[in-house]
């Protein structure tokens, strides 16, 4: 029996839990929340890797009912690997765009709008022919933000790609979470499928450095109108904010040409590609139109081309179907 197919039979802490465990669990998965919604509420809804990572720590916490021992077991047993990825993510990303620049010769491009000093080397004409080969000449975005965007003027829909744009940073560890309770076995196959995506995309970041469409649009760069960003625009139009982490604030970790594959479009595609033979014709639906949802905000909020998002997609789907064929393969094998 190989190692994978001996996990598949252990049960999370959640299923193994008695009644007086899950009386305990219940009051403290309720602090946990009221006290997540408080600190959002005030400080803002939290992006930042650690700070996430640190709340999902909490509610495993809540989850284990307080017992130190069984909650220390389960976060490296089955959290540890995930972590460790998607942290090193995080510090790697920083470095692909270096390397993709020393592999063609790229033009160097103003990479904020308030500080010209911070420039990045990026391609950048490449998914603007891209998508005006796939709408007659026409950037989606460029035409979405003539239509519907008023700078200044926080419309419905502005409002509800705040709220789309965000989830990304903890639907697809929430989507974690639950499963590690209802489900161990797809709990393993997710993780992996989510650790698989990551990995590849990052190499992607470091062999095809891109710069998005806010940034081609930079009045010093040119290479299109100016373009909007919606969703920061928006947030700060309606008073709020968010708590990034110390990576996502730290110089030597960011990366601004990150733009293709959109990881943040491909998360939805693969949510819904992975439930699709789990769950009811509803959550179908659902997550379907989750991943239009993200697609429009994306295009419209001047995050990414159409084309960033059409190749997250390619990848969503190699993820999924590569990573189930890999645990049927081994299930067999059993």
Known sequence: MTATSGLQHVESPWRSAGPEERVRRRRLLLVVTALFAGVAGVFGFPTGREVLTGWVLLFLYAACAGNVRVWWRAVVRDWLPLFAVLFAYDFLRGAAKHMGARLADLPTL??????????????????????????????????????????????????????VYFSHFFVSLGVAVLLWALSYRLFRRYVWTLVTLTVITLATYALFPAAPPWMAGLPANGYLPEIARVVPDTLRDLGGHTVNSAVERGAAYSNRVAAMPSLHGAIPLMLLLFAWP????????????YAIAMLLTLVYGGEHYVSDILLGYVYAAAAVYGVSWWFRRHDDAV
């Not at 022919?129 to 975005?141: I, K, N, S, Y």
């Not at 014709?281 to 139109?289: A, I, W």
């Open 110 to 163: 103003q990479a904020d709008l308030l500080d010209p000093r911070i420039t990045a080397q990026a391609h950048v004409t490449e998914p603007i022919r891209a998508d005006e080969l796939l709408f007659g000449g026409h950037v989606p975005t460029v035409w979405l933000q003539d239509h519907f965007y008023t700078a200044g003027t926080v419309h419905w829909w502005d409002a509800v790609a705040v709220p």
């Open 278 to 289: 789990l769950v009811r014709r509803r959550t179908r639906v659902l997550l379907g139109v």
